[in-house]
T-cell receptor, first 117, second 118 residues
Framework: AQTVTQSQPEMSVQEAETVTLSCTYD???????LFWYKQPPSRQMILVIR??????QNATENRFSVNFQKAAKSFSLKISDSQLGDAAMYFCAYRSALGGGADGLTFGKGTHLIIQP | GAVVSQHPSRVICKSGTSVKIECRSL??????MFWYRQFPKQSLMLMATSNEGSKATYEQGVEKDKFLINHASLTLSTLTVTSAHPEDSSFYIC??????????????FGNGTRLTVT
């Protein structure tokens, strides 16, 4: 079974600064997908960024980028120019590629991101 | 874009009663939907995979007789918490993937249902 570990229960960053959230995972599979989801107080799950394991290039979405290290099984999220609206719980998630999309997500425990004005 | 609608958003019920939660895909047909449970300040735990026209697949430790899942149509999956008890109080979230998109496309999540059993 796959596991996802987020070792930072809470992170705090000054507005406009950069913050990195860590995520490691354990799997015996070679093909899979990784995601970062944001969950604000509304509890809605919002996709931040995704990465296909077979792609070496790190994914980027505007101010959000990942550092994907497949050999180390690490998938960290970098948020640049932090904004107050970025404050939320951030979950790292894994999905197997074997099931053709029929597999659910395995989530980490989450990191609570606080943005200091 | 694709949307998943979940209803109700909040429900309070008495211990011993059953509660049904609906998850609908609004603009795509979802052959597979997923049900998650989230305790306060904790992560989402996959409970079961709902398959249209067949039995749901439950994760280890999830009681299938307690959490009944029905996926009778391509746009609707329901989760029924039977004989609810206070320990069933939690936040339940469904998700679905649009099969018309790439297999690596992300899941779409409903807004969740907060269940409180008194």
């Amino acid at each position: 079974a796959q596991t996802v570990t987020q070792s930072q229960p809470e992170m705090s960053v000054q507005e406009a600064e950069t913050v990195t959230l860590s995520c490691t995972y354990d799997t015996s599979e070679s093909d899979y997908y990784l995601f970062w989801y944001k969950q604000p107080p509304s509890r809605q799950m919002i996709l931040v960024i995704r990465q296909e394991a077979y792609k070496q290039q790190n994914a980027t979405e505007n101010r959000f980028s990942v550092n994907f290290q497949k050999a180390a099984k690490s998938f960290s999220l970098k948020i640049s120019d932090s904004q107050l609206g970025d404050a939320a719980m951030y979950f790292c998630a894994y999905r197997s590629a074997l099931g053709g999309g029929a597999d659910g997500l395995t989530f980490g425990k989450g990191t609570h991101l606080i943005i200091q004005p | 874009g694709a949307v998943v609608s979940q209803h109700p958003s909040r429900v309070i019920c008495k211990s011993g009663t059953s509660v049904k939660i609906e998850c609908r895909s609004l603009d795509f047909q979802a052959t597979t939907m997923f049900w998650y449970r989230q305790f306060p300040k904790q992560s989402l735990m996959l409970m079961a995979t709902s398959n249209e026209g067949s039995k749901a697949t439950y994760e280890q430790g999830v009681e299938k007789d307690k959490f009944l899942i029905n996926h009778a149509s391509l746009t609707l999956s329901t989760l029924t918490v039977t004989s609810a008890h206070p320990e069933d109080s939690s936040f339940y979230i469904c998700s679905a993937r649009d099969p018309g998109m790439d297999v690596n496309s992300p899941l779409h999540f409903g807004n969740g249902t907060r269940l409180t059993v008194t």
